[in-house]
């Protein structure tokens, strides 16, 4: 696996490094020596799983409060998404900034999404499953977010969203 940190203080790109042969390939996907080697939290207690039936379904932007923040290992199984993370940390030298990151099928590329970062996705193409690991387990009471469109924060998406959330559009801008 190779990584390669983002520009937000935490957040790393990650690359599978494919073995091929006559049956396709083979690839380590998540591995919880080397995210300790990065210096990255590698206890993932929850996986969960994302089906997004149309092209411009929005997710996010989602975070846990304290004392349940979690981090995520974020990949695409299944199609394209645009995927978003926001520091929310109070006092990193990158707070308040975000980041977007094309993750496909094909490119098979993760995201490492930090404890205290916000994170949310826009589906690029029909049938989009993503998959996730977390570093804790789901806290309702303690589910947090911001809306995708807050000009504080600024993000530039692709394209607009056409399936959103009742709760997702609930959510407060700044």
């Not at 390939?25 to 591995?31: E, L, M, N, T």
């Not at 993932?44 to 995520?72: D, I, V």
């Not at 193409?125 to 996730?132: G, H, I, L, N, Q």
């Not at 009471?141 to 807050?150: E, K, N, P, Q």
Request: proline residues 5%; hydrophobic residues 40%.
């Amino acid at each position: 696996m190779r990584f390669t940190e983002l520009a937000l203080k935490g957040a790393f790109l990650i690359e599978i490094e494919p073995v091929s042969d006559e049956r396709g390939f083979f690839a380590r996907c998540w591995s919880r020596d080397e995210l300790a080697a990065h210096g990255l939290q590698d206890d993932l207690p929850e996986c969960n799983l994302s089906f997004n039936a149309q092209r411009g379904t929005l997710r996010g932007l989602h975070y846990q409060a304290a004392p349940f923040e979690q981090a995520k290992l974020v990949r695409c199984t299944r199609g394209a998404i645009y995927d978003v993370i926001v520091d929310l940390r109070a006092g990193s030298s990158t707070q308040g900034r975000w980041e977007a990151v094309e993750i496909t099928m094909e490119n098979r590329r993760l995201v490492y999404v930090p404890a205290g970062f916000a994170h949310g996705f826009l589906t690029l193409c029909d049938s989009t499953e993503v998959a996730y690991q977390m570093t804790g387990n789901y806290a309702p009471a303690h589910a947090r977010g911001i809306r995708w469109d807050d000009p504080s924060i600024g993000v530039t998406w692709p394209m607009a969203p056409t399936v959103i959330s009742t709760r997702d559009r609930s959510y407060p801008r700044s």
